[in-house]
C-alpha cells in the first residue's frame, strides 16, 4: 500500500492561452509488489509491482496562504498500472530501485471558473464535468528506509483524452509497449554482464522511450495517429510504501 502526494501543472498544447492554475494531489495505491534477487547478478534486485490506485487531484489542496494564477479546477482519477525495475540490495529487504510505470485511468474533472477566452472555453468544455479516459507514464526513485517501508520521488506525465478512438489508442499503446518490453528483455540478458550499469541503463532507456512519446502525444493523443490534442498533467510525487 502506497500514499503518494505531489503537484502538476495542468496544459492544453494547441492554441490555448488560458492559464491554468497547479493542483496538488493525493493518491492511495494498492497492490502486489515483488523484489527478485536471483537473477544472475550478485547484490542486484528485479522490481515488478501491479496495483490500483484512486486519486485526488485539486488546485485547493494547498495552505489558503499560497496564492496562484490561473483557473482551479478539481478532479478525481482511478486506474491500474504496472511498475518494474532494477536496483541494488542494501540490506536484507530492502533496496535502492529505479522503476517506470504505466497506467491507463479514468478522470473527472471539474473546471471551476469560465475562460474569457471563447475558444479556450469550447476545449476546457469538453473535460469538464465528464469521465474521460487517459494513459500515463511515470519514472521514479525508491529506497527502503526499513525492510518494510520505502520513500520514493517520481515524474509523472498523464494524458486525459478527448475521447476513445480504441484502435488507435491500441496500436499507440502497442507501439510503446513493445518498446519497452524490448528494453526489459535486454536489461535481463546483459544484467549479469554489466551489474552496476543495467539498473540505470534499463532506467534511463524507458524512461526516455516514454518521455518522448508522450511529448509527442501532447500534440496528438494517440501518437503516431492525426488526433486531438489531450489535457496534460505533468507532476512529481513524493511517495511512502508499506511492503506487508
Known amino acids: 500500500m502506497s500514499l503518494h502526494s505531489g503537484v502538476s501543472k495542468l ?5 490555448f492561452q488560458t492559464k491554468l492554475a497547479p493542483s496538488f494531489n493525493i493518491e492511495l495505491r494498492y497492490g502486489f509488489i515483488r523484489f527478485n534477487e536471483e537473477i544472475d547478478a550478485p547484490g542486484r534486485v528485479y522490481m515488478a509491482n501491479e496495483y490500483i490506485y484512486l486519486q485526488s487531484n485539486s488546485s485547493g489542496l494547498k495552505p489558503k496562504s499560497w496564492e496562484f494564477k490561473g483557473i482551479p479546477t478539481d478532479a478525481w482519477r482511478f486506474g491500474f498500472a504496472f511498475r ?12 535502492l530501485t529505479f522503476d517506470h510505470t504505466g497506467a491507463l485511468n479514468w478522470s473527472r474533472i ?14 476546457l468544455n469538453i473535460f469538464d464535468e465528464t469521465f474521460r479516459f487517459g494513459t500515463e507514464f511515470e519514472s521514479g526513485i525508491s529506497y527502503s528506509i526499513t525492510n518494510f517501508m520505502q520513500a520514493s520521488i517520481a515524474y509523472n506525465h498523464s494524458v486525459v483524452m478527448h475521447g476513445i478512438n480504441l484502435l488507435q489508442v491500441a496500436l499507440s499503446s502497442t507501439l510503446e509497449l513493445s518498446i519497452q518490453r524490448t528494453i ?6 546483459y544484467i549479469w554482464q554489466n551489474p552496476n550499469e543495467t539498473p540505470y541503463a534499463n532506467f534511463i532507456a524507458k524512461s526516455l522511450v516514454s518521455y518522448l512519446i508522450y511529448e509527442l ?8 495517429f492525426k488526433s486531438k490534442e489531450p489535457l496534460s498533467y505533468d ?10
Open 11 to 15: 496544459s492544453i498544447a494547441k492554441n
Open 84 to 95: 518494474n525495475g532494477y536496483g541494488f540490495v542494501i540490506g536484507k529487504n530492502q533496496y
Open 235 to 244: 507532476s512529481f510525487y513524493f511517495g511512502v510504501t508499506f511492503v506487508f
Open 110 to 123: 471539474d473546471v471551476e471558473w469560465p475562460s474569457l477566452i471563447e475558444r479556450d472555453q469550447k476545449k
Open 184 to 189: 526489459d528483455y535486454l536489461a535481463y540478458e
Open 217 to 224: 502525444r501532447r500534440y496528438n493523443q494517440n501518437w503516431p
